[in-house]
């Protein structure tokens, strides 16, 4: 049987492991012509916007809007306030993430066809916010020192008040995938306050402690450190960027649905996320291939590596007393505290998930004292991007999320009200945090 060649295979990984900020541009599956998001937005009939904002250390990031949708399976029309949703995507994605597959299974379009008015995050150096008021990405190495505290300490919170402000809305909801989860429990263990701003928010493999992680990530973990004295040696600090280079190698091995090619480059995921070939969308995977990988800093990868080291839910790890001293007043990274986090929180794990795995969760789920719904799939194989680009993902995980959603947004979908008034008894709000409708 033909497969992936090997040498394909090998730049296929190498590329995973790491990208250049210099001539040669490292970009995982990307193929020629590839829309943006905002274009991919506007190809599928939806309206689109597109916002920027600027953090207070002067990051530029790029924000996309599905204002309204086009099924109205509401009773209010698109001028009609809606309730706003942000969406935040996972480690090397961007707002696609939300967007591979038919509109009807993808969770940014339903929400927007379920009344939602819809923000999709793009946090610093991912393609679509690699901007800053002063530094150059491609030439300053300042711009990447940065890892996922300071995405959820400044990305997070600046694109929470932006949302809540052009929304004329106090609150939002929120969904977070992967990152898009680590970065939430981040900002509300630093700011509790933030609690009153978020209605709810569910988590899709939530990601906070890593101690019992599998696979490729694992055994790279115990090498990150060597890895990172080797990539700083190259002037490496940028992880997986855009760019065309590998428009031809795409194209050629990962460009055609249910081909012997298309699994090979399924298989080079497996290792990663978890093994599950038949549950991908293989329509939407050339696509997917060419939104991701969408750029990283260094620094975020390793701080990923650091939990899987420490088994803790900490900040980043200069590297040295000194400097940990100087930046936390104590020797080691703070911790941080999960039973600030207040907002109601849904918890939705797979059972393959090589990245989230369910011992980890059970742990976040003891530590947070607003858990209004853990939901294991049942799907035996679900795994990591299941969640982003499962077949079933919309019946599995975001039917649930949207009927969550509508609860506290007090929306009634048309056709749909006996779903959503089955069980609800495990949805309460948190105490100490007053609301108003």
């Not at 949302?163 to 630093?190: C, D, K, N, P, Q």
């Not at 080079?268 to 939104?291: C, H, K, S």
């Not at 936390?328 to 703070?334: A, D, E, M, S, V």
């Not at 609800?424 to 609301?435: D, E, G, I, M, Q």
């Amino acid at each position: 049987m033909k497969t992936i060649g090997s040498k394909s295979l090998l730049l296929l990984l190498l590329a995973a492991l790491v990208g250049s900020s210099s001539a040669v541009k490292f970009n995982w599956f990307r193929t020629q012509h590839t829309p943006t998001v905002p274009e991919l937005i506007s190809e599928n009939g939806y309206p689109v916007e597109i916002h920027t904002v600027v953090t207070i250390d002067g990051y530029i990031l790029e924000m996309h809007r599905i204002p309204h949708g086009i099924m109205n399976i509401t009773s209010a029309s698109s001028s009609t306030h809606r309730p706003p949703v942000l969406l935040h995507h996972g480690l090397f994605s961007s707002s696609a993430d939300f967007l591979m597959n038919d509109p009807q299974k993808a969770l940014g379009y339903m929400l927007a066809d379920a009344g939602y008015d819809v923000w999709l995050a793009n946090c610093r150096g991912n393609q679509y916010s690699r901007g800053h008021m002063t530094l150059n990405p491609d030439e300053e190495a300042e711009f990447w020192k940065f890892s996922w505290d300071q995405i959820a300490i400044y990305d997070l919170a600046t694109e929470i008040e932006y949302v809540l402000a052009v929304s004329e809305s106090a609150r939002l909801s929120y969904v977070g995938y992967s990152m898009g989860t680590t970065v939430f429990f981040a900002l509300l263990s630093e700011i509790p306050e933030y609690a009153v701003k978020v209605k709810v928010m569910a988590a899709m493999a939530p990601v906070a402690f890593m101690a019992h992680i599998e696979g490729l990530v694992k055994v790279l973990s115990h090498f990150s450190k060597e890895i990172d004295f080797f990539l700083n040696l190259m002037g490496v600090h940028e992880m997986l960027p855009g760019g065309p280079d590998w428009d031809e190698l795409v194209l050629k091995e990962c460009g055609e649905p249910y081909s012997s090619r298309m699994k090979g480059c399924i298989g080079t995921l497996t290792p990663i996320v978890g093994g599950d070939l038949d549950e991908f969308q293989q329509e939407y995977l050339p696509e997917a291939f060419a939104q991701t990988p969408a750029g990283a800093s260094k620094s975020t990868l390793l701080h990923y590596a650091q939990l899987v080291l420490s088994k803790k839910f900490r900040k980043f790890d200069y590297g040295s007393f000194s400097q940990n001293l100087e930046h936390y007043g104590q020797l080691t990274p703070t911790e941080y505290d999960l039973t600030k986090v207040r907002t109601p929180i849904a918890l939705f794990v797979g059972l393959n998930d090589y990245l989230a795995d369910r011992r980890d969760v059970d742990k976040l789920n003891s530590l947070l004292p607003n858990v209004i719904r853990y939901k294991f799939l049942n799907y035996p194989r679900y795994n990591h991007l299941d969640f982003i680009w499962g077949k079933h993902a919309a019946e599995l995980v975001y039917v649930d999320i949207i009927g969550l959603f509508n609860k506290y947004n007090h929306i009634n979908i048309k056709g749909q009200q006996q779903f959503f008034e089955e069980d609800v008894s495990y949805l309460k709000y948190p105490y100490n945090v007053s609301f108003h409708h």
